[in-house]
């Protein structure tokens, strides 16, 4: 296995680099085309590494690619989920090197996608023509990459439910985490869900003279800013009513052992360069940005933002918040609550409106699983050292719809890293990573087909 | 008189079209080249208008038209004061008609400044060529029209202290205010000071994905919010640490009178089609609007604000904030103390930054000199109807510069209607006030000069 990676690796890069030039972002329409293109990318690739079959199914949305290698149907097989769509780039300006033109700079892959999620799976479907290449595949395979993972994988759910057999696995693997350090690696145990809103506050219906008017109308930024601040309190915790209803409290051991893994304060400050941490009140960094819920503002925007000042008491307000989910909260009940609450503090001097984007609900996996012990056994060998269980703070709506809809656990073995810079400028993949998860994938193959007999 | 206005009324008319096809933003430098040319249209009209000289005077930002006209050392000189800058017209897509091809609707001319100030400004120098077409000019007339109003009048602030000779007048004439109704004709009597700012939150030191780090790492947004929340309380009333140390209260019998102006509250909810007003506590609209200190802000951005959803936790926030101040507030005093209450309500978990725009000082005129006593004549003899003393909620920061440094009162005798949609889409100026004010002006001059005698 080594030798071969050894052999290709330049190739193994050099295709991911091609992947990583398609400015595939799910959010922006104008970028549509190049969603087709990723896809279609994606599709070659799974041919050219060995699958019987590769095919691009139409959504509404963005296009999925779904392929297979069924090489024996008495063995296990695994499902692989992966996603084609990047974030948006912008703001471009803060790119030290443009997000489409990847670069190599100390080992590491610069560029939009180059960790999430575009070099996470694609080490999957390099991991398969090394399997095909030395006849070691030692399970059935089956690959769903999708193209509207950082937009809620709305179309995604619609196909899953609609073709239950076509999907049909014993577990389904994903690469589209973190690990701790690549000297400390770990497995993701468990996801926050999410809801994701947009709002708007409308005060008059044109824009006014602030000096004219100002004082006797209410303006709708200073709303939305009152609005948004009433919805934390004064010890970091949401105030939306019922919202911590379904939140599962840890036991003290359950924290205990999260807040075991390795964690220096003092690094995390200095790598963000900020004066302090903040958060909920009676809760750790880790616990915070793992196990407990969110409220963040992602976006806002309204009045005058150009250079210079313009004395306008602006007609409307808009922002763009969502809320991390954890266990047993859903996102359609945050949702309908944030609904309810944010239009039932708005004062008689404005209007609003409260739009969702998506969503998608906060999930666990069980570490005393077979494949979990498979993920444990195959990184143990490539990396010589056991890896830890974690909690993670991010969200894959899709995995907790896998377990609804094929009554299949999810295992969340990913390679990436906390410095890999996700959803920001500058987001880098390391090139140890890359090679390292292309190395342990087959070793999750081969041990998880043992086990499983 | 009227004969002479109908005799030219179109020319009068395109004259001022033409000035309106110039966009002269002062607020953004790519429009500088712009603010030359309307600059030297100023100076052409002045001469055309039958002014001895207008020159135009340099200043580091945009340059000030000077013209004069001295008939008689003996007689009273008047010093006209003006502007040819313009808000910024965005946002673009709200107007009906583009806001730099002026045009007429229903008896209306819509265009960016129609009202603000070109309208208003050209006026005078209408009135002018009419005095001296006709032989009636009463008075020395200086005319000083600048460049720079909207962003803070800094520069021509210095002219004034430079020139103080040029400029000794007897009083100070300013047409940049309203009226009440074109049935209810006013004169302000006083107008706010301002103080503009602009503010920036800094959290970590790159966007951050927020599954990854959020609810451990304080957001921006959410932190701007907060500290922008705090600075108004449950009355309305501005929290800032001594703010209302120099608001002058006015008394019950000034009260009365000020809320003895014709104002109709359901009409005006039902003209911004807002379900309720707002503001401080314990004053009514007319009040909140005139006499007493406000905080809007003009304009706020930060995260994504494209196109659906990016689960980012920004690196910053940004917000553009200004007070309007009444006697005897002071925009230096103010803007310290801004600066100092702003920059210690931030948590140590982000960095803030204030940077003041510009400022000026809040202005009262009294009603028993000779220049209110003819402006009021002029008015009721144009009007039929005596006008109204009434308080502006708007700022012309150069007037009380004017005092300190010639010792003169300015008289706001100014044509406008709150329906002109001053510094929003679609300004208009009505024909009727248009003509209305050409009419008047040299009835002032008229007055004033048998007055003085």
Same mark, same amino acid.
């Given at each position: ?43 070659? @690739?799974?041919l050219?590494?060995? &699958? ?5 199914? =139409? $959504? ?5 690619? #779904?392929? %297979? ?5 008495s ?50 479907i ?29 179309h ?18 994903? @690469?589209?985490?973190?690990?701790? &350090? ?5 497995i =993701? $145990? ?5 809801? #994701?809103? %947009? ?53 003290a ?38 196990v ?7 976006g ?59 969503g ?5 996996t ?20 056991k ?67």
């Amino acid at each position: 296995m080594k030798q071969y990676i050894e052999t290709h690796k330049d190739r193994f890069l050099n295709e991911l680099l091609d992947l990583l030039r398609i400015p595939s972002v799910s959010a922006d329409s104008k970028f549509k085309g190049d969603m087709r293109s990723a896809a279609a990318f994606v599709q070659k @690739s799974m041919l050219a590494a060995g &699958a019987d079959t590769a095919e691009i199914y =139409e $959504t509404p949305g963005h296009p999925i690619v #779904y392929g %297979e290698k069924i090489i024996d149907p008495s063995l296990p097989t695994v499902l692989v989920y992966g996603h084609y769509d990047v974030q948006p780039a912008d703001p471009y300006e803060l790119w030290d090197s443009p997000p489409f033109e990847p670069v190599i700079k100390n080992d590491r892959i610069y560029a939009r996608g180059a960790c999430d999620d575009k070099g996470q799976f694609y080490m999957h479907i390099k991991a398969l023509e090394m399997m095909v290449a030395t006849n070691t595949l030692a399970c059935n395979i089956k690959m769903m990459i999708e193209g509207e993972e950082e937009v809620g994988s709305s179309h995604l759910e619609t196909f899953v439910n609609s073709h239950k057999e076509l999907l049909e696995c014993d577990t389904i693997l994903i @690469s589209d985490t973190s690990i701790i &350090a690549n000297d400390v690696p770990s497995i =993701e $145990t468990g996801l926050r869900g999410l809801t #994701y809103m %947009e709002v708007e506050v409308v005060g008059a219906n044109r824009d006014l003279h602030s000096g004219v008017y100002g004082g006797g109308v209410a303006n709708p930024i200073n709303v939305l800013c009152e609005m948004i601040a009433s919805l934390t309190d004064a010890d970091g915790r949401i105030t939306i009513p019922g919202f911590y209803d379904q939140v599962v409290e840890l036991s003290a051991e359950e924290r205990a052992a999260l807040n075991a893994a390795p964690f220096d304060l003092e690094a995390y400050k200095e790598d963000l360069q900020i004066g302090d941490v903040a958060g909920e009140k009676g809760y750790t960094t880790i616990e915070r940005t793992s196990v407990r819920p969110t409220l963040d503002v992602n976006g806002i925007w309204g009045g005058y933002t150009g250079e210079g000042a313009k004395t306008v008491l602006p007609s409307k307000a808009n922002a763009k918040i969502s809320m991390r989910l954890v266990p047993n909260q859903t996102d359609e009940e945050i949702c309908a609550l944030f609904t309810k609450h944010f239009e039932a503090i708005a004062p008689a001097s404005v209007r609003v409106s409260v739009k969702p984007h998506h969503g998608g609900l906060p999930y666990v996996t069980p570490t005393d699983s077979v494949e979990y012990r498979a993920a444990e056994m195959a990184m143990e060998e490539s990396f010589g050292k056991k890896p830890i269980p974690a909690r993670g703070g991010g969200s894959i709506p899709i995995v907790a719809l896998f377990e609804q809809v094929l009554g299949r656990k999810s295992i969340l073995m990913g390679f990436g890293l906390d410095i890999d810079a996700l959803h920001s400028p500058n987001e880098s993949y390391g090139l140890f990573n890359y090679y390292k998860g292309i190395e342990t994938i087959p070793l999750f193959f081969k041990h998880y087909a043992q086990l499983k007999k």
